[in-house]
């Protein structure tokens, strides 16, 4: 392992108007300096945001894989050669940390089986933000993604979360693309019960920042008008101080 390079697990900002020192430490900008491997989400947001964080090489010599749909177990085994060779490499989303919530671990399953040495890099995630911010139990907690887009089969998905976060004392964490918040909002408005807690946070680390933890019952009598910005949901219906 010692004669091979490694796969850095870089995070992004949350929001381009953040700075790098809020998100990011500086030793983790010094390491990205000598990469000129990354797999990455969206080529145009990466380079970007490496420019953002201060990168200097010219991205002529730099290679970007397209870490999408597309890519292939071949392609991914080539990005790995040069790592194997002794070169370093990186992995990037296009916000928060990779692989979590975002494309990324089929790559650094593949780096484990070669060998690679995978270092994770401290830096934001919108989940990991967002729980600590909520007040709801952070002892046990899910992540379930987006739910259902069929408004029968997510309502159902709503009160079997509620059921299971009640049985199981687990604070139920999910997503929604920007423009579907108030979809996913007004479905766990109504699904939910009036006692249930749910947190609403959205635009992380954005001027609009905003982390709130109420009932149910509070949220009917005080909707939220939301922006086309990414949003995080918490729900928990089992208590309101977490138990140990």
Same mark, same amino acid.
């Given at each position: ?63 970007? =894989?397209? $870490? ?7 392609? =991914?085994?080539?990005? $790995? ?39 994770? $890099? ?30 029968? =089969? ?29 979809? $996913? ?6 699904? =939910? ?52």
């Amino acid at each position: 392992m010692s004669s091979s390079g490694r796969l850095w697990l870089l995070p992004a900002y949350l929001n381009e108007q953040a700075k790098p020192d809020m998100f990011l430490p500086s030793a983790c900008i010094q390491i990205i300096q000598s990469i000129r491997y990354f797999a990455v989400e969206t080529p145009k947001i990466a380079r970007h945001y490496l420019r953002a964080i201060g990168y200097v090489s010219d991205f002529s010599l730099t290679y970007l =894989m397209p $870490l999408n749909g597309d890519v292939s177990h071949t392609q =991914m085994v080539d990005f $790995l050669k040069p790592v194997k060779e002794g070169h370093d490499a990186a992995l990037l989303s296009d916000a928060g940390c990779p692989a979590v919530a975002d494309p990324g671990a089929h790559l650094v399953q593949l780096a484990h089986q070669l060998e690679i040495e995978v270092c994770p $890099l401290v830096g934001p995630s919108s989940l990991l933000l967002a729980l600590m911010g909520s007040g709801l139990c952070g002892q046990r907690f899910c992540f379930h993604g987006y739910l259902p887009t069929d408004k029968n =089969m997510r309502a159902q998905k709503i009160r079997l979360l509620e059921q299971e976060s009640r049985q199981q004392s687990q604070t139920q964490i999910m997503i929604e693309t920007p423009y579907r918040n108030h979809v $996913l909002f007004e479905s766990l408005l109504l699904n =939910m019960n009036s006692e249930s807690l749910l947190c609403v946070a959205y635009d992380l680390h954005g001027p609009d920042q905003c982390i709130k933890t109420h009932t149910i019952q509070y949220w009917r009598t005080h909707p939220v008008v939301f922006k086309k910005v990414p949003c995080v949901f918490l729900l928990n219906a089992s208590f309101v101080t977490c138990k140990e």
